[in-house]
């Protein structure tokens, strides 16, 4: 049996780990074989592959990124996509199809299953932890671990110059990173995308802190918008370079501080550092692990369905259910965090 | 309302943000007075208190151990100690008592909070996660951290000099640090206290790794046992230095992989490192967590319950029934696991 | 005898450490009384002061930023700031002031010494590295070492996505954190303020390395200027929030390599985490020995000086020799480095 | 021409950043072609040569160990092991030699160079740092940060447990690291093998933190003794298993103590993890100029010399005259740290 691997979407710590559990298990204990495919989706709909086997996968666990590279191509919106990708899997004899990404090629993975009886078997992968049906996603925590640690670091300056420090960390539609980074680096306002934030009660908070003679830290998710951020923020959303509009609101938060508080503000936007590097323990154990029980899923013929990490067993669920709908942060848990503020 | 916290056992990263949640929360939301005990058990049985208000828990989220103090004295074992506790309580007004402990800690909390009617609210604290009723406990994903990255660093020196390198970790009667880092860290043998160990099997993991050109890593949890290990390492627990004893599987099992295989091997004790120093992203947050949760047992009068972890949610268990038995590996986690081995 | 301390200018990893020191060794070997300033010149100009004892610096060795606070006040610049400095060291009975800052509070320490009989020794600090006189200064290491660390983290990003990264690091006049952190990251090109740089050399340098399938990293100084950066950079200058300023460079570049290369680039400012937190090893020593040095200076009424470090050692140097000249980065070690560019 | 390379000696991280300088800027400047001999002085001896070639150099900067391997292989006292080396060399049409290890590989390559007319060029490497000649060697910097983030961890668990904590470090004829490692993690006494030690007069400085009501870090070099240490240790030394000899005097030390003071003791021997993984910052820096220089060595027929760290100048020394005596602590220097002490 042949089984095709690729990577969709964002780089991520812990895809690394995630093939190479694929394939130790894989060629070990079950004989397959395996056809790495280049970039994404581009891979099998242009034929593009990568050798992958038990030498390919040796020393990649501890290392970022992927050996497979990655894209955002969509065979949907991509001109007879669906077939290109059919005759690219049968003329390779390959039979069954790990895909791991997140919303965007897992949706991929599961219409393909579904409508096109295409055998796909998905490893859910969002730095965001925006993806319901499973607690955690790997490279959460490695992101969560480096913006605590940049925080962590902020704080002696913060303190030593008795200035606002604002922190702008990844999270365009869910404040994951946001919420446990700021939390575990002691951030005195925390604000995220799911709750339009006021800007007079950041300042309140930053006030009150100065008033206990400590300086404040204020993590911002990418995403989070101020009440009236539509009109505020609308001339960046114009900017063609991706990237300064998406660090816009830490900047531009800054800037409403030191108006109407009076006290000297700085921002920092921690950017592709969060994403990059050696995985975390923990991430490299999450990765494994769905990498170990996707193997097994193509063992069991149960295309369609994704791994998912509940408690600390790893289950299976239908990708369509598993990419419905986005998790974001719930009120009732950014309320219980919201005692630390100010 | 005054409420009193103490930490007890082995300390562990966490506990600081345990005792920072728990005043906060307290103080702010709900009005509570607070009181330090200091070393555990030591405090209430001999009035030893610090004093614990919001100034007391500045700054001590990012720091190991526990400013409270910690001891293994226990009240079940010391004459009088139940009616010495009640007398502290009521002389300094303590009308809850939070015990951040593991099994012995919490142990006692159980009983007093059933038997003796002292309302105790528990959190789990075990460096070696090994508490059943919790998916994690805090102080775990800090010491599996600090145990893949020297896993890490030993790689290299092992390549270089094409020998054996032992590592031993914490783990006296469950192997969840073993476990974790050694899979996190690539390691090529994972040796558990579940599960008496077979040298030559590891003696021939050694040896195929090497045959592959490369050198191996083996884990080793302190509390794992060769299959005869109750000779073989009889002498040992014969020394009186605690830490010389525990210490001894590592270095016993480098000799015979020496005398085996042939094969140059050196040992590595992680020892105390493990448990020290700033707690993990994770940890902050699980400690938090629990912090928050354990005061609001206290304001809903829920006493002889110990909050725990389940997925992402902060539940509570009884006490009695959370530490009624420890949680070890389970064989067939073992076993998925074991597809890396060799 | 008494003895004034005060940190002036940005903050440094390290400056605990030199505090901690001074006062350990003025205390215990010499019986010195210490009086600590707050916030630089501020302090004695206002006689804001601070209780400095050993009690007072005890646990501040591995933190980051200053306890004795700091700021950018120049008494040279204010109304009667000589008079009113003496005045406050008088009325103090202190006879002895260890100054710890960069060009511009050493600047005044030395004209106080000089010209007006203040008896000043300086301890030299710049995160810049660029103070002649002494061969490094604390806190450039832990700067270099986490620039290097964003680095590491980033290159597994570009190979991932096939992209540039540009990541901008500190540096306005000297290009020491950019070449160091470069070299050590395994940058492609590094650009330093000491040169105008030709955004097509940088462009040829970026082409050339995705010829051999790698992505390049483009390291650049905050202060590093293409060759007609002043008219194409010029607007920026005018934005009165400095940070944004200063981040315009790499930014720029990145949006030009896009242009002319056609190939997709993003940037990373990493901006104030380069400041903060614990110091490396190599600043703790450095800023202990200093401190140790600086109250020897003290007690053999050795004033106007300042202490450096040459090799290993750490000598004397008088104050206005040391603050004369920028040490900037050698062109003939510019190009020694310039090997790995491309 | 082509030039061979070879790695001797126990390994250190940065000997692959120093093998990379080499070859990218012999192929890339000189045209150089390249032979790498495995496993140190074995490699020559027996012909064994590895691919040293630019893509074999592509990646190696952030890894510790070394891609050539390494040995204790002495020729000078293998049979005819100056002739087969000269042949390997002639048959091979290696003209030039680029040795690097520390006192016994360069002490090879010193007489190669000078009795035989070898033309060898020397690369410093030591971890201990204990080579004269030049101020620091590579490697030196990462152990020294990874022994004090160490202690920085065990103080937590010190303090919450009221213990004292020996912290065994490398350095068996030179105390530098503990010294460094000491200094910069707030250890409150330094053992090195320069001086014996008084074990009362430790016990003194244990004692007199605790009455500071704090637990006191006590950092010990492996080759450190007591004053009656041939006595008191010798009968360890008759143990055939090398690692354990070593680690004999930070267990012996934490059982004196506790013996003498009554106060709970325990020891960590840090190990292998000091030596292996991604190298500093620093170690990246000084060794990829370490290599720069070296091949400018062989490019300027510079031979019988070895490239040495003089300041911040790399500078040419004869390696008989770098290798004729350990560089050891000065007292005057350990005197200058012993002010903590206590």
């Not at 925080?151 to 990173?177: N, P």
């Not at 005195?188 to 006030?207: G, H, K, M, S, Y």
Request: aromatic share 6%; glycine share 12%.
């Amino acid at each position: 049996m042949r089984v095709g691997v690729l990577t969709g979407g964002g780089d991520c710590p812990g895809l690394n780990a995630v093939i190479r559990a694929i394939v130790r298990k894989g060629v070990q204990e079950y004989g397959y074989d395996f056809v790495g495919f280049r970039d994404g989706w581009r891979g099998p709909l242009e034929g593009d592959t990568v050798r992958l086997d038990i030498p390919a996968v040796r020393g990649i666990l501890p290392r970022g990124g992927t050996i497979l590279g990655s894209s955002r191509t969509n065979p949907l919106k991509t001109g007879n996509g669906i077939p290109r990708i059919r005759q690219t899997l049968a003329e390779l004899d390959v039979t069954a199809l790990i895909t791991i990404g997140g919303e965007d090629t897992l949706g991929v993975a599961g219409r393909l299953a579904d409508e096109h009886g295409v055998p796909c078997v998905g490893v859910p992968k969002t730095i965001d932890n925006d993806l319901s049906a499973t607690d955690y996603t790997f490279g959460f925590d490695t992101a969560v671990s480096i913006a605590t640690e940049a925080i962590d670091r902020l704080h002696t300056t913060a303190e030593s110059h008795m200035r606002v420090l604002v922190v702008e960390v990844m999270g365009r539609h869910a404040g994951w990173i946001a919420l446990h980074s700021g939390l575990a680096g002691g951030a005195n306002a925390i604000l995220i995308p799911e709750q339009r934030f006021d800007v007079d009660r950041v300042c309140d908070w930053v006030t009150s802190r100065f008033r206990a003679s400590y300086a404040p830290i204020v993590v911002v998710a990418e995403g989070a918008m101020p009440e009236d951020g539509d009109m505020v923020l609308k001339d960046r959303s114009l900017d063609s370079f991706g990237h300064v509009r998406l660090s816009g609101v830490g900047e531009w938060l800054a800037k409403e501080i030191e108006k109407r508080t009076g006290n000297e503000a700085r921002t920092t936007v921690l950017g592709h550092v969060q994403r990059g590097g050696t995985p975390s323990a923990f991430d490299r154990w999450l990765a494994t692990r769905f990498g170990l029980h996707a193997i097994d899923c193509v063992r069991d013929a149960d295309f369609g369905t994704m791994v998912a990490l509940r408690g600390t067993d790893i289950v299976r669920v239908p990708i369509a259910e598993a990419t419905a709908r986005l998790k974001t942060v719930d009120p009732e848990l950014y309320d219980e965090v919201g005692v630390f503020f100010g």
